[in-house]
């Protein structure tokens, strides 16, 4: 007999049912063609090009380009345009431009997207993506116990619209950072502590936002207070040897580069003036102080408490803060895991769907026609946006804003829910 071949990357225990594994497989069939419909004809400008422009700078020219905020991501590019250099022997042609500007031009755009090699481009661009997409995939069948949940994770994974748009539409490496969030939560599951810290911490330094749910694992994972110092040292390790090397081979460190960002502004979106001189209460900084204290005197120490904590965290952040598009993705792992705990939990993240799709509105043209210009330029440069549609019928402006609201009440229904979850069942431990 001859025995069928199998993905050793799928645990053997859904290889026990081969009603499973099959499943497995289509699925992963159906979210693989998904992500190849897209790849060779989305590009998001500037952000694409301009991330691959400044890494063609360092790996084919030798310049390391001034600026350069995320370091560790800026190399993992410069790595797979080595990798892709034989494939494309036309980059010159296709993603050129002055090595003294960092972000992508208008003209870029055009060149980029009338050249003949755009779409075999674009989809090596995202091939780096793909990988650890699938890999976020395989660990969310790897966290559950049970395989039927294991199973319904991947499926919600592999046909998940944020995680297509974020990785393959809009092509942001976000996706590169939650599969490290994913690992540290993998190890969680199986008390493995400081590798999960160190997973995270390298989440870290790929994107910033994982900084904000450090305390949570330190606080969780950790019992006594020298565990938790040594949890917290392998949580800062990534962080702390990049600011070394940054200092010793570059002008600034990552930290002050960290410091200076404006995107810590966006936590600070919504506060609450005092009325006088510079007394505010900014809503989210309030609401974390609320949520780690809770935590530090309620925590069971629990698995569940941990990824439970941090899904009430991140709905509390886009509750109540600005957000680009594409860091949706962040939330998602923790989404996948209530709606494979709580099934009504599906509806709720329709609803967030749908307002999601409606806040990326007011970013017009970015999100709209210019993503589809490779496939016809001069059609989908003058595409008209949903904001200008909208605006010929109605206030753009405050239909968004209404969208924006129901998203908001919707995570935070949802923050009630899961904490009210949490605490019913540790009143029944």
Not at 41 to 53: A, H, K, N, R, S
Not at 210 to 225: A, D, E, K, N, T
Not at 308 to 327: E, Q
């Amino acid at each position: 007999m001859v025995r069928k071949p199998s993905f050793k990357l799928v645990p053997s225990v859904y290889k026990k049912d081969p009603l499973l594994e099959n499943k497995i497989y289509k699925w992963l069939l159906i979210g693989l063609l998904i992500r190849l419909a897209f790849m060779p004809f989305t590009v998001y400008f500037p952000d694409l090009l301009g991330v691959y422009w400044r890494s063609s700078l360092t790996a084919y020219q030798g310049i390391f380009p001034g600026g350069v905020l995320q370091i560790f991501i800026h190399y993992f590019h410069v790595f797979f345009l080595w990798i892709f250099k034989p494939l494309m022997p036309y980059f010159d042609s296709i993603l050129h431009g002055s090595p003294t500007r960092m972000g992508a031009s208008w003209e870029m755009l055009e060149t980029f997207v009338s050249h003949p090699n755009v779409f075999r481009t674009l989809f090596l661009f995202k091939v780096p993506y793909l990988l650890f997409d699938l890999g976020c995939a395989l660990l969310l069948l790897r966290i559950f116990k049970d395989v039927k949940k294991g199973l319904a994770a991947f499926i919600i994974w592999m046909v998940n619209p944020v995680v297509i748009f974020a990785t393959y539409i809009a092509a942001r490496h976000e996706v590169i950072a939650v599969f490290f969030v994913l690992l540290s939560l993998y190890y969680a599951k199986n008390n493995l502590s400081a590798r999960s810290l160190l997973s995270l911490g390298v989440s870290i330094i790929i994107r910033f936002y994982p900084l904000i749910l450090l305390p949570f694992f330190i606080v969780i994972l950790g019992r006594r207070f020298w565990e938790r110092v040594r949890l917290a040292f392998w949580g800062i390790l990534p962080l702390g040897l990049l600011t070394i090397l940054t200092r010793l081979f570059y002008e600034s460190t990552k930290v002050e580069k960290l410091a200076q960002i404006p995107h810590t502004q966006y936590l600070l979106s919504m506060a609450f003036y005092l009325g006088y001189l510079s007394d505010r209460v900014y809503i989210f900084v309030a609401l974390y102080a609320v949520l780690l204290l809770y935590t530090i005197f309620r925590t069971d120490h629990s698995f569940a408490s941990l990824w439970r904590m941090l899904l009430i965290l991140l709905l509390g952040i886009f509750a109540t803060s600005f957000f680009h598009v594409h860091y949706f993705m962040w939330i998602v792992p923790f989404l996948v895991l209530q709606m494979v705990e709580d099934r009504r939990s599906i509806g709720l993240f329709i609803i967030l769907v749908l307002g999601w799709i409606v806040y990326s509105f007011q970013w017009k043209e970015a999100f709209a026609g210019l993503l589809f210009t490779p496939i016809n330029t001069r059609y989908f440069m003058i595409l008209p946006t949903p904001f200008e549609i909208i605006n010929r019928y109605y206030s753009a402006v405050n239909f968004i804003g209404i969208w924006r609201s129901i998203f908001s009440g919707v995570c935070l229904w949802m923050m009630y829910l899961v904490l009210r979850e949490s605490i019913a069942e540790k009143e029944e431990r």
